[in-house]
């Protein structure tokens, strides 16, 4: 598991800077998901916003039903 991840999973935002900043993918798939989708996934908006804003792309998937925008879509209230 890449270390962007392991920061996202533990919603530990200096080590996601970190990690990005050493040269992580942000793109991709670890364990079938992406960190954004990891991410969406916790409804951690401030990984999700770190993620965005850095660059990943929310239309990666691993599945056609799984993009990190259909996720926040059919989740949402």
Do not use: Y
Request: hydrophobic share 40%; glycine share 6%; aromatic share 4%.
């Amino acid at each position: 598991m890449s270390k962007l991840t392991q920061a996202v999973l533990c919603s530990d935002v200096p080590a996601m800077k970190e990690a990005i900043a050493s040269g992580d993918k942000l793109n991709e798939l670890d364990e079938g998901m992406t960190p954004l989708l990891w991410a969406v996934f916790r409804g951690d908006i401030d990984a999700v916003r770190l993620l965005l804003e850095s660059g990943a792309d929310p239309n990666v998937r691993p599945n056609p039903s799984d993009s990190a925008l259909w996720h926040a879509e059919t989740t949402s209230d």
